[in-house]
Nanobody, 121 residues
Framework: QVQLVESGGGLVQPGGSLRLSCAVS????????MGWYRQAPGKQRELVAA???????NYEDSAKGRFTISRDNAKNTVYLQMNSLKPEDTAVYYC???????????????WGQGTQVTVSS
């Protein structure tokens, strides 16, 4: 069993900051790519930022310069530092991880349960 547990969401004023965390636990050998997605009401889920196991990053255009994704491989945890938040960043944010299972070394992609981020004055 693999679990992705997210934390750090909440209500913040425009221009404020939040830091999201996602810890991967359970039966894992290692994690490959990890990422953060978001889904606003009435919209499709979209990639916000992703990071490889070696630390290469990729950002959605609106996140560039404001958000920073990072990871701690020893803790199997990925973070998303969000600065200069805007009302349009309001969404449920989901963590995603490409997990390598022990013994068989097969790969599965898992999702977290989501954490709400609301940017409003």
């Amino acid at each position: 069993q693999v679990q992705l547990v997210e934390s750090g969401g909440g209500l913040v004023q425009p221009g404020g900051s939040l830091r999201l965390s996602c810890a991967v636990s359970g039966s894992i050998f290692s994690t490959n790519d990890m990422g953060w997605y978001r889904q606003a009401p009435g919209k499709q889920r979209e990639l916000v930022a992703a990071i490889t196991s070696s630390g290469s990053t990729n950002y959605e255009d609106s996140a560039k310069g404001r958000f920073t994704i990072s990871r701690d491989n020893a803790k199997n945890t990925v973070y998303l530092q969000m600065n200069s938040l805007k009302p349009e960043d309001t969404a449920v944010y989901y963590c995603n991880a490409d997990v390598v299972k022990p013994m068989t070394l097969t790969r599965f992609r898992y999702w977290g349960q989501g954490t709400q981020v609301t940017v409003s004055s």
